[in-house]
């Protein structure tokens, strides 16, 4: 019988990758969705038939017990949160309901309906906020600058609580960033490529950024989300960070994909104090030895790679 996965945050962009991966790996793959009025399920539409959705919502334990009882999965990845920092600190309190606290909500639905369903945690390398040493490994203190940070913190502790007070197999993946085609609009990344690509088809004019001098370890989500499998598939649950080791400036990422268009970056970047964080994460870099190790894993797409992929697929989306 094929194995059973739940991925919740599943029209996301890491969801929508990992629930591709798990279906070239033979799992059947349900996806637990919010019932809205408006409903994206864009990035899940070309595996829609091949996956199941199922409604249930992070701020209703009893949902997420009803979803478990309903497709019974076997590894259960939690994807869903507010994910997007600079809205963090206008909705703090709503951060923290689903990002922290929906993360008991689903470990607590684990040790009543199936205490063997195996499950991983979508932790961030935004928890280190104002770093204590670099790079960051999984030993390395916390100290989150924002409300997502913090609510990412009290996701990861109370996965390693249930871990150790119940013998749950949870682990939680320390993801640096990880970017894509399917990267939403408002995130740094997606934001230059889409403009570069904008101003290359004569759409746009300019793209207003806050610091650019702000570092960042940029990998690929497709990479990403094949060391979240792995995680489960360990005899022993763990913590990891995944990364390149690597880090590049916003400034780098503009160079990179205006030039990609033939562009100079600096004719169309405009710095606004609107887009400055009140707390401001000057450098992230991860130390992913051990997922190398343990894991096996290494990233595959390097930054440049990357960029230019996200700027072709923006060309081809603006010229239909």
């Given at each position: ?7 919740t ?30 409903v ?16 249930g919502?992070?701020?209703d ?5 009803n ?14 949160a507010?994910s ?19 993360v008991?909500?689903v ?6 309906v199936?205490p ?5 945690q979508?932790?961030s ?9 670099s790079p ?61 690509a ?8 300019e793209v ?8 960042r370890?940029?990998?690929f989500?497709?990479d990403?989300?094949k060391?979240?499998?792995r995680?489960?598939q360990q ?13 590049h ?5 503009c160079e ?25 994460v ?39």
């Amino acid at each position: 019988m094929a194995r059973r996965a739940l991925i919740t945050g599943v029209t996301g962009q890491d969801g929508s990758y990992l629930a591709e991966f798990l279906l070239d790996q033979g799992y059947e793959v349900f996806g637990m969705v919010r019932r809205s009025s408006t409903v994206t399920f864009e990035r899940v539409a070309h595996i829609q038939d091949r996956i199941t959705l199922i409604p249930g919502e992070m701020l209703d334990e009893v949902s997420i017990i009803n979803v478990l009882k309903e497709c019974k999965p076997d590894e259960l990845y939690n994807l869903a949160a507010q994910s997007f920092v600079q809205t963090s600190f206008s909705q703090p309190v709503f951060t923290g309901e689903v990002t922290a606290l929906g993360v008991t909500r689903v470990l607590d639905a684990i040790r009543l309906v199936n205490p063997e369903i195996r499950f991983y945690q979508a932790s961030s390398s935004e928890m280190f906020g104002k770093v204590h040493e670099s790079p960051q490994t999984e030993l390395t203190p916390f100290h989150p600058r924002s409300p997502y940070g913090v609510a990412k913190v009290y996701g990861h502790w109370i996965t390693l609580n249930y871990r150790e007070s119940y013998g749950l197999h949870a682990s939680s993946g320390i993801l640096f960033n990880h970017e894509s085609p399917r990267r939403g609009l408002e995130f740094v990344t997606r934001k230059v490529t889409h403009a570069a690509a904008r101003v290359a088809v004569g759409l746009g004019r300019e793209v207003r950024l806050g610091n650019l001098d702000a570092q960042r370890d940029w990998g690929f989500a497709g990479d990403y989300v094949k060391a979240m499998w792995r995680m489960l598939q360990q005899d022993q649950p763990d913590d990891f960070v995944i990364a390149t080791g690597e880090t590049h400036s916003v400034r780098e990422l503009c160079e990179v994909a205006f030039g990609r268009v033939g562009l100079h970056w600096e004719d169309y970047v405009v710095v606004d104090e609107k887009f400055l964080r009140p707390a401001e994460v000057d450098v992230l870099v991860g130390d992913a030895t051990k997922a190398r190790t343990t894991l096996e894993w290494a990233p595959e797409v390097a930054f440049a790679e990357l960029i230019e992929m996200m700027v072709d697929a923006d060309l081809a989306i603006l010229r239909r």
